[in-house]
């Protein structure tokens, strides 16, 4: 569902795959390639949110925001499932493990790999090209070619499911077809 408030009109990109049972709202803007898998709530009726082109947003996750703190995410960034990101920052080319909470005014590096169960205090910076993980989560290590590897293939498998989503979504296509 895309819904409206306060005037504020989610504005996604067509080519972006929104799942029938997801939900967006107000100030959002949705770059191209994207996608919000089943159950995802974005809601931008507090303060603007920004997804970037091929960014995939997986299923049950939470984006919201505190007043004149809005939530960005970059290019290439894989939120993984059940995910909680509030008022913060993703930069280009990070994965975010599932069930990670990311709180106000974090932010997480370019290319860094947070890993799963993580939570981000307030205000705190993961640096870029590392893995960090925990609660707190903490910097473990520097990123290896076997992780930007992994990353890569992450991001562009949901990038290649979205595009056969939304066109089984055009055609007319359902799971009870098939």
């Given at each position: 569902?895309?819904?409206?408030?306060?005037?504020?009109?989610?504005?996604?990109?067509?080519?972006?795959?929104?799942?029938?049972?997801?939900?967006?709202?107000?100030?959002?803007?949705?770059?191209?390639?994207?996608?919000?898998?089943?159950?995802?709530?974005?809601r931008g009726d507090v303060a603007p949110t920004t997804i970037g082109k091929r960014v995939?947003?997986?299923?049950?996750?939470?984006?919201?925001?505190?007043?004149?703190?809005?939530?960005?995410?970059?290019?290439?960034?894989?939120?993984?499932?059940?995910?909680?990101l509030h008022s913060a920052i993703i930069r280009k080319?990070?994965?975010?493990?599932?069930?990670?909470?990311?709180?106000?005014?974090?932010?997480?590096?370019?290319?860094?790999?947070?890993?799963?169960?993580?939570?981000?205090?307030?205000?705190?910076?993961?640096?870029?090209?590392?893995?960090?993980?925990?609660?707190?989560?903490?910097?473990?290590?520097?990123?290896?070619?076997?992780?930007?590897?992994?990353?890569?293939?992450?991001?562009?498998?949901?990038?290649?499911?979205?595009?056969?989503?939304?066109?089984?979504?055009?055609?007319?296509?359902?799971?009870?077809?098939?």
């Amino acid at each position: 569902m895309i819904q409206p408030y306060k005037g504020y009109v989610p504005n996604v990109h067509q080519s972006v795959f929104v799942a029938k049972n997801a939900t967006i709202i107000g100030d959002v803007r949705i770059d191209e390639q994207s996608s919000v898998w089943f159950q995802t709530v974005i809601r931008g009726d507090v303060a603007p949110t920004t997804i970037g082109k091929r960014v995939s947003i997986q299923d049950l996750t939470m984006i919201h925001q505190s007043p004149n703190k809005p939530v960005i995410v970059e290019d290439d960034v894989t939120i993984g499932h059940q995910v909680t990101l509030h008022s913060a920052i993703i930069r280009k080319c990070a994965l975010i493990g599932m069930g990670s909470i990311i709180l106000d005014g974090a932010e997480v590096g370019e290319n860094a790999f947070l890993g799963a169960g993580s939570l981000i205090p307030p205000g705190k910076k993961i640096p870029p090209h590392t893995l960090a993980f925990g609660r707190p989560a903490k910097v473990i290590r520097k990123l290896t070619e076997a992780d930007y590897k992994e990353m890569e293939r992450v991001r562009k498998s949901y990038v290649e499911k979205a595009g056969y989503y939304l066109y089984e979504t055009e055609m007319g296509i359902s799971q009870e077809d098939n």
